[in-house]
C-alpha cells in the first residue's frame, strides 16, 4: 500500500494567487515526520517545509504553509502569492521515527504550473 | 549553509567505462545518501551511509560501488553501466539524529544538485 499518495500529477495556479497542493499519508509509527521537497527543472530537489506528528501548530516558512490535519492524515502544502519561479515539481515525503531508519518515503509528485 | 555540492554536473559514458560521481558537505553531517531519479519519478534510495559506515544498500546491482572516505565525501563509482541506468544521480546528507535509540523523524535531508547521467 501506498504511505504517501499524492492526487495531483499537475495542477496550474495563476501568478499572485494562492494554491494548495495535497499530500496524505499512512502511518502506524506514533512518531513521523513530514517533509516538502521542490525540485525545479534543473533537477535540484529543495527542502521547503517541516512538520513533525507532534508538532501542535502547522508549520509555515515564508510564502510556504503547512495544513496538518492528523486525523485526516493529511498535509497539504499551501503556497500564497504564487510566482514564476513556483512552477516546478513538488514531493512530499515522510520519515518515520520508530520503523523508518533512515528510509524516507516519497510521492509521486504534483507538477506545479504558475502562469502569468 | 545547507549546501551539498556535486560534481560533475552532466557525465556522458560509454557501457565499459568507468567513471565516478562525487558528493561533498560541510555542514557536520554524519548521514550521506545516494539516490537514482528517472524522469517524473520521485527518488529512489540507492545507499546510506552513517558515520561513514555503510548502512543501507537497497539491493544495488554492483555496477554501482559507494564509497565514503570521510565524513564530508561520498562517491559513487560505475562500472560497465546499463543504458537503462541513465538518470539523475542525486547526493543527499542529514544530522543523523538519534532519540532513544531510534532515527529522529526530524532528519531533515539536504540534496544536491544531481549527475544528469548518460549510459551510451
Known amino acids: 500500500a501506498q504511505k504517501i499518495t499524492q492526487t495531483q500529477p499537475g495542477m496550474f495556479v495563476q501568478e499572485k494567487e494562492a494554491v494548495t497542493l495535497d499530500c496524505t499519508y499512512d502511518t502506524s509509527d506514533p512518531s513521523y515526520g513530514l517533509f516538502w521537497y521542490k525540485q525545479p527543472s534543473s533537477g535540484e530537489m529543495i527542502f521547503l517545509i517541516y512538520?513533525?506528528?507532534?508538532?501542535?501548530q502547522n508549520a509555515t516558512e515564508g510564502r510556504y504553509s503547512l495544513n496538518f490535519q492528523k486525523a485526516r492524515k493529511s498535509a497539504n502544502l499551501v503556497i500564497s502569492a504564487s510566482q514564476l519561479g513556483d512552477s516546478a515539481m513538488y514531493f512530499c515525503a515522510m520519515r518515520e521515527g520508530r520503523g523508518g531508519g533512515f528510509k524516507t518515503i516519497f510521492g509521486a509528485g504534483t507538477r506545479l504550473f504558475v502562469k502569468a | 549553509d545547507t549546501e551539498v555540492t556535486q560534481t560533475p554536473k552532466h557525465l556522458v559514458m560509454g557501457m565499459t567505462n568507468k567513471k565516478s560521481l562525487k558528493c561533498e558537505q560541510h555542514m557536520g553531517h554524519r548521514a550521506m545518501y545516494w539516490y537514482k531519479q528517472k524522469a517524473k519519478k520521485p527518488p529512489e534510495l540507492m545507499f546510506v551511509y552513517s558515520y561513514e559506515k555503510l548502512s543501507i544498500n537497497e539491493s544495488v546491482p554492483s555496477r554501482f560501488s559507494p564509497e565514503c572516505p570521510n565524513s564530508s565525501l561520498l562517491n559513487l563509482h560505475l562500472h560497465a553501466l546499463q543504458p537503462e541506468d541513465s538518470a539523475l544521480y542525486l547526493c543527499?546528507?542529514?544530522?543523523?539524529?538519534?532519540?532513544?535509540?531510534?532515527?529522529?523523524?526530524?532528519?531533515?535531508?539536504?540534496f544536491g544538485p544531481g549527475t544528469r547521467l548518460t549510459v551510451l
Open positions: 512538520q513533525g506528528s507532534y508538532d501542535q
Open positions: 543527499a546528507s542529514s544530522q543523523a539524529r538519534t532519540s532513544g535509540g531510534f532515527r529522529e523523524s526530524t532528519d531533515t535531508q539536504y
